[in-house]
């Protein structure tokens, strides 16, 4: 079924029923500061829950901590191979198209402004991007970050601090949903851009792994699309419906090219950055953005071809793409390493997110993947 005003409008209203009552609850009874400070300690999925847990953190967190049933783990391990095989182009494309389609949707700019996001923007892409590496391990799973949403949530309504009535519920269904093709589907398309060789397989897994993710961070996948064909139509109206130009969103393009800019030795590569964001965000909303324009406008249109060459001799080569592979994972781990400045990031109720990088697959080759086309609206 194809989305529709309609429904896009109800899931507008609609947040998430279990973790919103347990976050209410532990605010009713004064023991969310407890369950916080508790929630510190456990680091990994299926970790023993500490003593002292309130009982309705307790019982959420027995509910909700295994993946879901219909989880295919076969599917998930392609997913996985698919990252460690792309990891550095998903992590270029998580930085500078995913996370800049985020602030061009004015209400979600604002969100991320009222959550502190304009003042700890290397935090916000350090947790991104070590939650996208912790997602592809076999045992990545949790739930506690639903309980982080739910509590803005929270704070945002009973501080007064968000018109539900203009903007709809705070991190909606309609919102996670649209961050969830943010992360899947315009990561795939940005690689395709960037000229990187997919398989179908490959990037379907993809797409599949963030569905299962999206259910355990509460995302209702009975309304989500099954296919990538049908994410497009989700994901063009989506766009329709609430992009354009804020002032949160260009402030946080701003401290986004400006941390790149600082991560990135030296001063001659600088305009890269706003060339990058420039080229997979289009001009449009690199306009509304305020990404400013560079002499690498044009130059850093060569890059897919450079990748071309690149994805060439890896396919074509098991020693080249050994080396680019190893390449991609020190890369990745430079880039996390640039943004934590060695640490590791945490995440509030519960700060748990620990790193785990040591990855040393590779992926046959098939079919070559191309974006699904534009919906007619």
Same mark, same amino acid.
């Given at each position: 079924?194809?989305?529709? &005003?309609?429904?896009?409008?109800?899931?507008?209203?609609?947040?998430?029923?279990?973790?919103?009552?347990?976050?209410?609850?532990?605010?009713?009874?004064?023991?969310?500061?407890?369950?916080?400070?508790?929630?510190?300690?456990?680091?990994?999925?299926?970790?023993?829950?500490?003593?002292?847990?309130?009982?309705?953190?307790?019982?959420?967190?027995?509910?909700?901590?295994?993946? +879901?049933?219909?989880?295919?783990?076969?599917?998930?391990?392609? #997913?996985?191979?698919?990252?460690?095989?792309?990891?550095?182009?998903?992590?270029?494309?998580?930085?500078?198209?995913?996370?800049?389609?985020?602030?061009? =949707? +004015?209400?979600? #700019? %604002?969100?991320?402004?009222?959550?502190?996001?304009?003042?700890? +923007?290397?935090?916000?892409?350090?947790?991104?991007?070590?939650?996208?590496?912790?997602?592809?391990?076999?045992?990545?799973? /949790?739930?506690?970050?639903?309980?982080?949403?739910?509590?803005?949530?929270?704070?945002?309504?009973?501080?007064?601090?968000?018109?539900?009535?203009?903007?709809?519920?705070?991190?909606?269904? &309609?919102?996670?949903?649209?961050?969830?093709?943010?992360?899947?589907?315009?990561?795939?398309?940005?690689?395709?851009?960037?000229?990187?060789?997919?398989?179908?397989?490959? #990037?379907?897994? $993809?797409? $599949?792994?963030?569905?299962?993710?999206? #259910?355990?961070?509460?995302?209702?996948?009975?309304?989500?699309? %099954?296919?990538? /064909?049908?994410?497009?139509?989700?994901?063009?109206?989506?766009?329709?419906?609430?992009?354009?130009?804020?002032?949160?969103?260009?402030?946080?393009?701003?401290?986004?090219?400006?941390? $790149?800019?600082?991560?990135?030795?030296?001063?001659?590569?600088?305009?890269?950055?706003?060339?990058?964001?420039?080229?997979?965000?289009?001009? @449009?909303?690199?306009?509304? *953005?305020?990404? +400013?324009? @560079?002499?690498?406008?044009?130059? =850093? %249109?060569?890059?897919?071809? *450079? *990748?071309?060459?690149?994805?060439?001799?890896?396919?074509?080569?098991?020693?080249?793409?050994?080396?680019?592979?190893?390449?991609?994972?020190?890369?990745?781990?430079?880039?996390?390493?640039?943004?934590?400045?060695?640490?590791?990031?945490? $995440?509030?109720?519960?700060?748990?997110?620990? %790193?785990?990088?040591?990855?040393?697959?590779?992926?046959?080759?098939?079919?070559?993947?191309?974006?699904?086309?534009?919906?007619?609206?």
């Amino acid at each position: 079924m194809n989305p529709t &005003e309609a429904s896009m409008d109800a899931l507008r209203q609609a947040g998430d029923e279990l973790a919103d009552a347990t976050v209410a609850a532990l605010f009713e009874r004064g023991e969310v500061g407890k369950f916080n400070t508790l929630m510190r300690y456990v680091s990994t999925a299926g970790a023993p829950l500490p003593d002292g847990l309130p009982d309705v953190a307790r019982e959420y967190l027995h509910a909700t901590s295994a993946p +879901p049933d219909w989880v295919d783990w076969a599917e998930m391990e392609k #997913a996985r191979l698919f990252f460690i095989d792309n990891n550095v182009h998903i992590s270029t494309a998580l930085a500078f198209a995913s996370m800049p389609a985020c602030f061009v =949707v +004015p209400h979600v #700019a %604002k969100l991320l402004s009222a959550t502190h996001g304009l003042k700890y +923007p290397s935090k916000r892409m350090a947790e991104t991007g070590q939650f996208t590496v912790y997602l592809m391990q076999p045992d990545a799973f /949790e739930a506690g970050s639903r309980l982080l949403h739910a509590s803005i949530r929270h704070h945002l309504g009973r501080e007064n601090r968000w018109d539900t009535q203009a903007l709809g519920t705070p991190i909606c269904q &309609e919102d996670m949903i649209g961050g969830q093709m943010f992360f899947s589907l315009l990561v795939l398309d940005s690689l395709h851009r960037l000229g990187i060789h997919m398989s179908e397989d490959g #990037a379907e897994a $993809y797409y $599949y792994a963030w569905r299962v993710v999206g #259910a355990m961070l509460g995302v209702d996948q009975d309304v989500v699309r %099954k296919s990538l /064909e049908e994410a497009r139509q989700f994901l063009d109206l989506y766009m329709v419906r609430h992009v354009g130009p804020s002032e949160e969103g260009a402030h946080l393009t701003r401290q986004l090219i400006d941390l $790149y800019e600082e991560v990135v030795p030296g001063t001659l590569l600088d305009p890269d950055v706003a060339a990058l964001v420039r080229h997979l965000t289009g001009d @449009t909303c690199a306009d509304w *953005l305020q990404v +400013p324009r @560079t002499t690498w406008d044009t130059l =850093v %249109k060569v890059v897919p071809h *450079l *990748l071309g060459v690149l994805e060439t001799i890896e396919d074509r080569s098991p020693l080249g793409g050994w080396a680019l592979d190893r390449l991609g994972h020190l890369a990745g781990v430079f880039e996390l390493s640039s943004l934590t400045r060695g640490r590791v990031m945490h $995440y509030a109720i519960p700060e748990q997110l620990k %790193k785990s990088y040591g990855m040393s697959d590779s992926v046959p080759r098939a079919r070559r993947w191309t974006p699904p086309a534009a919906t007619v609206l």
